[in-house]
Nanobody, 124 residues
Framework: QVQLVESGGGLVQAGGSLRLSCAASGRTFKNRAMGWFRQAPGKEREFVAAINWSGGSTYYADPVKGRFTISRDNAKNMVYLQMNNLKPEDTAVYLC?????????????????WGQGTHVTVSS
């Protein structure tokens, strides 16, 4: 089992920034790809970003490319999502996910473990 706890969400104005954190505990963290997904009210969960086990490879959804950056610190069992130039359409619950593979992968079905999510609201 892997336990994931997200933090860092909140209310921000359009054009602002937030940094989300995901703390992992339990089974081996450093051999897993990690991902961020989001789910807006009334919409399906969508992929945001993923990072492979070492941090050397990342993958982003088109709507966030150039604005969001995923990173990880294997010594601290942490994954981060730096979100810049936020837009109202970024409003959603953001969820951290852990893969059983080295990754990175972008389908939610690839991920075995999920956090509870942190809310991000971007006002116009």
């Amino acid at each position: 089992q892997v336990q994931l706890v997200e933090s860092g969400g909140g209310l921000v104005q359009a054009g602002g920034s937030l940094r989300l954190s995901c703390a992992a505990s339990g089974r081996t963290f450093k051999n897993r790809a990690m991902g961020w997904f989001r789910q807006a009210p009334g919409k399906e969960r969508e992929f945001v970003a993923a990072i492979n086990w070492s941090g050397g490879s990342t993958y982003y959804a088109d709507p966030v490319k150039g604005r969001f950056t995923i990173s990880r610190d294997n010594a601290k069992n942490m994954v981060y999502l730096q979100m810049n130039n936020l837009k109202p359409e970024d409003t959603a619950v953001y969820l951290c996910a852990a893969d059983d593979e080295l990754g990175p992968r972008f389908r939610s079905s690839d991920y075995a473990y999920w956090g509870q999510g942190t809310h991000v609201t971007v006002s116009s």
